[in-house]
C-alpha cells in the first residue's frame, strides 16, 4: 500500500539515486545538457534534475498502485522484505550507473549486458504479470519523456548512444530497473502500517 510517507520517500531516495546514474552519464560524455542558463547541481548536471528524478519515482510508485488497483492484486506478488528491496535498489543503481560506461566503451551488445540483470531480478524477486506490465509500461513511458526531452533541445545522447529517435536503446531497462526496486518497496509493509482485514 502506498502511504503519504511511501510516497515521500519515493521522491526523496529517487532524487539523488537516478542522479547520481545520471552524473555518471555526462561524466561518461554519454548525455549532455544545454548549457544556456543552466543553475548546475553537479558538474553538468542540472539543478532540477533531482526533483524531476524524484517525481519519476513517485510516479512509478503511484502508477504500480493503479495497476494493481485495475489488475487486481493478485497479479502481483504480495509483500516485499527489506533485502528485497536493497537488493533490487542496488541492480538499479548499478546498471544506470554502468550504462553510462557501457556507451563510452562501445560495449558489444549493451541490450543484453543490461536486459540479464533486469529480467533476473524480476524472475527471482517478483515474477508476477502485474510487475512484468508495470515494468514494461515504465520503459515505455520513461523512454518517450526522453525522446520528448532529446527533441526539445534540453539534452542530448552522444553519437555513440542514440539509437532509438535520439536515446539510446538499452535505456528501457533502466526504467525497467527502477520500476523493480519501486515495486518491492511499494509492497514492503512497514512497522507503522496494519493489515487490511
Not at 45 to 55: E, M, N, R, S, T
Amino acid at each position: 500500500m502506498l502511504t503519504w510517507r511511501k510516497l515521500t520517500f519515493l521522491f526523496l531516495i529517487g532524487a539523488p539515486l537516478a542522479s547520481i546514474g545520471d552524473g555518471f552519464h555526462v561524466h561518461t560524455k554519454t548525455t549532455f545538457y544545454a548549457p544556456e542558463g543552466v543553475v548546475w547541481f553537479i558538474k553538468g548536471v542540472p539543478f532540477w534534475i533531482p526533483f524531476l528524478f524524484g517525481l519519476a519515482a513517485a510516479f512509478l510508485g503511484i502508477t504500480y498502485e493503479l495497476a494493481k488497483a485495475s489488475l487486481g492484486a493478485e497479479r502481483f506478488k504480495q509483500g516485499s522484505n527489506f533485502t528485497e528491496v536493497i537488493v533490487a535498489g542496488l541492480v538499479y543503481l548499478l546498471l544506470h550507473t554502468l550504462s553510462g560506461y557501457i556507451s563510452q566503451w562501445n560495449f558489444p551488445f549493451p541490450d543484453v549486458f543490461l536486459a540479464l540483470p533486469v529480467l533476473l531480478t524480476w524472475y527471482l524477486l517478483d515474477r508476477s504479470f502485474g510487475g512484468a506490465l508495470v515494468c514494461i509500461l515504465a520503459g515505455v513511458i520513461g523512454v518517450s519523456a526522453e525522446i520528448f526531452l532529446v527533441h526539445k533541445g534540453i539534452f542530448l545522447f552522444s553519437d555513440r548512444a542514440n539509437q532509438l529517435f535520439g536515446v539510446a536503446t538499452w535505456l528501457v531497462w533502466i526504467y525497467m530497473a527502477g520500476a523493480l526496486a519501486i515495486g518491492r518497496f511499494v509492497e514492503r509493509r512497514g512497522p507503522y502500517e496494519t493489515s487490511k482485514t
